[in-house]
């Protein structure tokens, strides 16, 4: 029987909190039920195992970033637009460090397809149709911004840039530079 209070939802924020405080490898199924003071097979009746609560806490943070980078956007294109996406998403992995783990999570296909993860990649070519990157180079130019935030965040997460000092100047320029990318996308050459 489900014991009162115990909701998927309030587990999946659990094990959110849990990931923020020590870490995304770290949120086991003992630990959120410790939690809720209740048994671990208790928890099994609102998710289907471990896997299934880090799953759950991969959608609640894809979510949570898709809104928060929606609300940043709103009403901005171009350089602006950029700026205000790369910044909503550096915010939240400087925020929520066990989150923003949690959103490179491997979700299977039909998981992945009912995610946030759709949004976040219908925001980034919104902002590409406005620098005028032609449709069919845009997965290439999605993945360009979506590695070099990632790669970014990550490095400044662990404590890469600072044997060289503070990382905004880097942050910005970083920007700037993608900002020039996009206004000089490279044509495609046409098929041999």
């Known amino acids: 029987m489900a014991r009162a209070g115990v909701t998927v939802e309030r587990l999946a924020r659990a094990g959110a909190e849990l990931a923020d405080e020590v870490g995304f490898d770290k949120v086991t199924a003992s630990a959120v039920a410790r939690r809720f003071d209740v048994t671990v097979a208790s928890l099994y009746s609102h998710v289907a195992n471990a896997h299934d609560l880090r799953v759950r806490v991969a959608l609640l943070a894809l979510a949570e970033l898709a809104d928060r980078v929606s609300d940043a956007v ?12 790369a910044d909503a998403y550096r915010a939240y992995a400087r925020e929520h460090p066990g989150r ?5 999570m491997r ?21 590409l149709r406005g620098y005028g990157v032609p449709e069919e180079e845009q997965t290439h130019a999605v993945r360009l911004l979506g590695s070099t935030f990632h790669g970014f965040v990550s490095l400044e997460a662990t404590g890469g840039f600072e044997h060289s000092g503070e990382s905004e100047t880097s942050w910005r320029r970083t920007l700037d530079a993608l900002d020039v990318a996009l206004r000089h996308w490279p044509t495609p050459a046409p098929p041999a």
């Open 107 to 127: 979700l299977d296909t039909e998981t992945a397809l009912r995610s946030a993860g759709p949004r976040h990649s219908a925001m980034a070519r919104a902002i």
């Open 74 to 85: 709103s009403g901005r294109a171009g350089k602006d637009a950029l700026v205000a996406f």
């Open 100 to 104: 923003y783990a949690a959103t490179r």
